[in-house]
């Protein structure tokens, strides 16, 4: 086996950080899933969510750009949008757009507030930003029951299900990718299924299959993919159907604009021009 130089790092240099997704194994599965017609429901719920969220908004886009790694579903959606793949660096023009959607894939980036930055860049002056992507209780009943299985069988764990971020740390990077009025939600989801196998022949239908970096990459033991499924019928049970397994999916939401002079700031601090204490006097009258 050949070894090759390590990159010399200047003083104070940070080392580069290891990459959590294998872009060519992600590709892959999205591009089985596409081939197979496999129509998601997540991906209809999600665009439906967001939608809502723009009719609330009143105005009318008229330069939109959709980033996701499933084009047919959104641009069948947003038929007047931009569609550009989530790649490392977007294929987004700076300024070009009023409305930018980043659809369901932004949990797959190893730089998600970089993804949001472009997606800043490419707003107009109090252009809109929206993305959705799945949160951190999504697939947690499953990631125990593998996580209990294999320390059980093997004393050791592998990575399984790529580990997604708490709606307090997404919302966190509207403001650090410089987004204004930044908010955040969550849809939390439950889906019934046979057992394990039967969710894991789905994730792969989704496009949604273990492709992080780290993975292993020879099969899994017969024995702890059973154990794990026992575990996860005992621990997560339907509760309109026992004989199936409830497993959890949450959709966060987050939502900013590109910064204008026209919208709300808030007030400097000791600038109100009456004290709590005469509002809650007023409120007694």
Not at 12 to 33: F, I, K, N, S, V
Not at 129 to 155: D, K, Y
């Amino acid at each position: 086996m050949s070894h090759s130089t390590p990159p010399i790092l200047s003083p104070g240099a940070p080392a580069a950080r290891p990459a959590l997704t294998d872009r060519p194994a992600l590709d892959r599965q999205r591009a089985r899933a596409i081939r197979q017609g496999h129509v998601d429901l997540f991906h209809q719920i999600a665009a439906d969510e967001i939608q809502d969220r723009l009719a609330e908004v009143k105005r009318t886009f008229t330069a939109p750009a959709l980033v996701t790694g499933f084009p047919g579903p959104w641009a069948a959606r947003f038929p007047d949008a931009r569609v550009v793949a989530d790649d490392a660096v977007l294929d987004l023009t700076p300024g070009a757009h009023d409305l930018v959607i980043h659809a369901l894939s932004l949990h797959w980036a190893d730089d998600p507030v970089g993804q949001i930055v472009q997606c800043r860049r490419a707003l107009r002056e109090d252009g809109l930003f929206v993305a959705v992507c799945f949160g951190n209780q999504t697939l947690s009943e499953p990631r125990a029951a593998l996580a209990q299985a294999e320390a059980e069988i093997t004393g050791g764990l592998s990575p399984r299900i790529l580990p997604m971020g708490e709606i307090r740390d997404l919302g966190g990077l509207l403001s650090r990718a410089g987004l204004a009025l930044p908010v955040a939600d969550l849809l939390h989801q439950r889906a019934s299924y046979r057992d394990l196998f039967h969710l894991a022949r789905d994730l792969r239908a989704m496009g949604e299959g273990n492709a992080m970096a780290a993975r292993l990459r020879h099969p899994t033991r017969r024995a702890v993919l059973d154990r794990a499924s026992a575990l996860l019928a005992h621990q997560s049970p339907d509760r309109d159907d026992p004989s199936r397994v409830a497993v959890s999916f949450d959709l966060v939401f987050l939502t900013g604009w590109a910064p204008s002079d026209s919208q709300p700031k808030p007030l400097r601090p000791g600038s109100a021009q009456t004290s709590l204490a005469d509002a809650l006097a007023n409120l007694r009258k």
